[in-house]
Structure formats: structure tokens, C-alpha cells
């Protein structure tokens, strides 16, 4: 074992590996945290506990792929589903501060306050309102469905880290 691990109790490393995780599934859902890094982060401590034998480097390098993979998607999805509908810059600036916003009024702000501020963002660029409406479901779409697989991918992450530790 390295000098860190028995600096704490492995018990304390496995408490620290399973939180991070825990708020990196959190933080998929939640913007104001970094989800999959920090879901990177405890997988990498859990399998730095035994010296990276039952998760090897390569698996934690497969795994770190899907982090990237699920980081860019992120920004891809909301991207894709804004630049289909043509929207403008200030539609994504709306919806990132919808998005923030959401995150103080609960569940369902958090869901359709990126689709306000989307819209508004749109209307303030180009002052049509059924252009803004079209931009801002666009985008909220996008935004959606990036969190889904941000989601999934977390989770698959989570699963090959399992799967690796106890095989």
C-alpha cells in the first residue's frame, strides 16, 4: 500500500471513493457541480487503494474516455439541438443562466428554467417570439437530452469500476 493510504484507514479512502461518486451522479443533474469529474475522482482513489491491482491503469484510462465522452456531450447536445434550430448566442447564454437559476427552485425550475431563458435569450437577440420559442425548445432539448447521457455514462462508468473491482 502507498504512504497515504496508511496514513488514513483504507475504511476512510472507500468513504471518500463512494462520496465523490455519489456527488458526481448528483452533479450530472446538477450544474453546479462537476459531475463526471467527480465521479473520475472516486473511481481513481478506489483503485489507487490497492494499488491500482484489481482496476488496472488501463481500465482506469477506458473509464476516464467515458468521462471525456460525457463531458463533451454536455456542451455538444445543447449545441446541436440550438444550432438545428439557429439560435443565437444570447439563446445559450439564456439557457446556462436558466440552468443556474434552476438550481435554487428546485426540480422544476431546474427543468424548464434553461427553456426560459433560452427563449428569452433568443427574443432579446432577434425580437420574435415564435422564433424564440422555437430556439428555446430546441436547446432545451438539447440540454436534456446531454443530461441523459451525461447520466448514463456516469453510471456506466460507475458499473465498468465495479465490475473490474470485484471480477
Do not use: C, N
Request: no cysteine; glycine share 14%; net charge neutral.
Amino acid at each position: 500500500m502507498t504512504e497515504l493510504v496508511q496514513i488514513a484507514p483504507p475504511a476512510v479512502w472507500w468513504g471518500l471513493a463512494v462520496v465523490l461518486m455519489g456527488l458526481g451522479v448528483l452533479g450530472t443533474v446538477l450544474p453546479v457541480l462537476p459531475g463526471t469529474i467527480l465521479v473520475l475522482a472516486g473511481i481513481v482513489i478506489g483503485a489507487w487503494i490497492d494499488g491500482f491491482e484489481r482496476v488496472s491503469p488501463w481500465t482506469v484510462g477506458a473509464i476516464t474516455v467515458l468521462a471525456l465522452l460525457a463531458w463533451l456531450t454536455d456542451y455538444v447536445a445543447a449545441l446541436l439541438g440550438a444550432r438545428k434550430a439557429g439560435a443565437s448566442p444570447l439563446a445559450l447564454i439564456g439557457a446556462a443562466l436558466g440552468t443556474v437559476a434552476g438550481i435554487f427552485t428546485g426540480l422544476v425550475g431546474l427543468l424548464f428554467l434553461p427553456l426560459v431563458g433560452a427563449m428569452a435569450g433568443e427574443y432579446w437577440a432577434r425580437r420574435d417570439s415564435g422564433r424564440a420559442a422555437h430556439v428555446g425548445l430546441a436547446t432545451w432539448i438539447g440540454l436534456l437530452i446531454g443530461t441523459v447521457v451525461k447520466v448514463v455514462l456516469s453510471f456506466v462508468m460507475i458499473g465498468i469500476f465495479a465490475v473490474a473491482w470485484w471480477v
